[in-house]
């Protein structure tokens, strides 16, 4: 079975500031993909990163970076340069031998002006 | 095709009641998936589809629930004798094992339908 883990129910960054989200996941299966939503207050999911378990290199997607450390299996969202806009629910998710995302708790991010 | 949609948006109903969603995934996407979300919460795999044909279903799929894609098009999911713990976000998403996205297997959402059990 697959678990995520998300331990930071709630975040607050200042504007223009990085911040990171933390990640941690759990499975058996060899191959496995990692991803991060993004889900604001109209509810809707929107995919923002993506990482393969093979992939060598961290995934960079513009302000989006995934720090990928498959030892401490752990998956950790960047986000550089926060807005105003960027304050929302982030959901971590994973596949793996199954055809279905396995989502965490999420994390609810602020940004302040 | 801008997206996948999803109707209704809102669904208020009473206990007991009958209800059904529906959802219209993106045209060339042959995997249908339905998540349910409470508050707080991530979403939760329900069941998924692959053309037609029903291939993964949750333990949180109960008898009351029932879900069809019988054209491996549009897909609905209808809830029996609704109970207050039915309450939630249910959450339709859109796949292709062709294409681009088959490498990652990422899912593309709908915006949900929110059902409320009075």
């Known amino acids: 079975a697959q678990k995520i883990t998300q331990t930071q129910p709630g975040m607050f960054v200042q504007e223009k500031e990085a911040v990171t989200l933390d990640c941690t996941y759990d499975?058996?299966?060899?191959?496995?993909?990692l991803f991060w939503y993004k889900q604001p207050s109209s509810g809707e999911m929107i995919f923002l990163i993506y990482?393969?378990?093979?992939?060598?290199q961290n995934a960079t997607e513009g302000r989006y970076s995934l720090n990928f450390q498959k030892a401490r299996k752990s998956a950790n969202l960047v986000i550089s340069a926060s807005q105003l806009g960027d304050s929302a629910m982030y959901f971590c998710?994973?596949?793996?031998?199954?055809?279905?995302?396995?989502f965490g708790g999420g994390t609810r991010l602020m940004v302040k002006p | 095709d801008t997206g996948v949609s999803q109707d209704p948006r809102h669904k208020i109903t009473k206990r007991g009641q009958n209800v059904t969603f529906r959802c219209d995934p993106i045209?060339?996407?042959?995997?249908l998936y339905w998540y349910r979300q409470t508050l707080g919460q991530g979403p939760e795999f329900l069941t998924y589809?692959?053309?037609?044909?029903?291939?993964?279903k949750s333990r949180l799929l109960s008898d009351r629930f029932s879900a069809e894609r019988p054209k491996g098009s549009f897909s609905t999911l209808e809830i029996q004798r609704t109970e207050q713990g039915d309450s939630a976000m249910y959450l339709c998403?859109?796949?292709?094992?062709?294409?681009?996205?088959?490498?990652?297997?990422?899912?593309?959402f709908g915006e949900g339908s929110r059902l409320t059990v009075l």
């Open positions: 998403a859109s796949s292709s094992n062709r294409g681009p996205e088959a490498n990652t297997g990422e899912l593309f």
């Open positions: 499975t058996s299966d060899p191959s496995y993909g």
């Open positions: 990482q393969g378990s093979y992939d060598q």
């Open positions: 998710a994973m596949t793996g031998a199954g055809n279905m995302l396995t």
């Open positions: 045209s060339e996407h042959n995997r």
């Open positions: 589809f692959q053309n037609e044909a029903q291939l993964e």
